[in-house]
C-alpha cells in the first residue's frame, strides 16, 4: 500500500542508484537481498535500469509475475524502513 508519491519517490532514488550515497546503495543491496532472494539481481536490475520487468524476467528465467511480486514486496520495505524513519 505504498502511496503513488513514495513509489515515484522510491523509483527515482533508485533508478539513480549511480549517484546515490554508499549508505543509500548499500541499503537498496540490502532490501534487493531480503525482498528477492535468489532472483536479488533481477530485482535490482529491473530497479536501476530502464529495462521493463518482461524483458529482465525473460533474461532471469522466470514469471512477470513473480518479479512484479518481488517488486512490491521492495517497495513496501523501502517504505517502511527507509522513508518511514
Not at 56 to 79: A, N
Amino acid at each position: 500500500d505504498v502511496t503513488y508519491n513514495r513509489q515515484g519517490l522510491i523509483y527515482f532514488i533508485c533508478i539513480n542508484y549511480n549517484i546515490m550515497p554508499d549508505d543509500v546503495k548499500n541499503k537498496i543491496l540490502d532490501l534487493c537481498i531480503r525482498a528477492g532472494g535468489e532472483y536479488r539481481t533481477a530485482l535490482f536490475e529491473v530497479i536501476t535500469t530502464n529495462k521493463s520487468v518482461t524483458a529482465v524476467s525473460i533474461e532471469h528465467y522466470m514469471s512477470p509475475e513473480t518479479l512484479y511480486r518481488i517488486l512490491r514486496r521492495f517497495y513496501d520495505l523501502f517504505d517502511i524502513e527507509f522513508l518511514s524513519r
